[in-house]
């Protein structure tokens, strides 16, 4: 959380209590999300800037996040496609091995 509040990808500065220590809101907690989310399927870092950059802009920049993200989700699943053939390949020769082994 710490990494993504040092780059200014969180929406707004993160509340802190009497002791300094951070308070983070609900919807700090679901952007966060949201922005593991991206990183964790391989949006690019400059991606996700600019996509944080858009969302803290506020209305007028929603055809470009849309773009933004369609881009990413068509990338996404593509990767799934081509990962789904690499398991079909796996499995083949998992089935022959067991097959091998049963008889």
Do not use: C, F, N
């Not at 040092?6 to 300094?20: I, K, M, Q, S, Y």
């Not at 990183?39 to 950059?53: C, E, F, K, L, N």
């Not at 799934?80 to 079909?88: C, F, I």
């Amino acid at each position: 959380m710490r990494y993504y509040e040092r780059d200014g990808l969180l929406l707004a500065a993160v509340d802190r209590d009497a002791g300094g220590r951070r308070r983070y809101t609900e919807r700090d907690l679901e952007w966060l999300a949201m922005l593991a989310a991206l990183r964790a399927t391989g949006m690019p870092i400059r991606d996700v800037r600019r996509y944080a950059a858009l969302v803290r802009g506020g209305a007028g920049s929603e055809a470009e996040r849309l773009a933004l993200l369609q881009d990413h989700r068509d990338r996404v699943q593509a990767q799934l496609a081509e990962t789904a053939r690499h398991l079909d390949a796996i499995d083949a020769k998992v089935d022959r091995y067991r097959a091998q082994l049963s008889s």
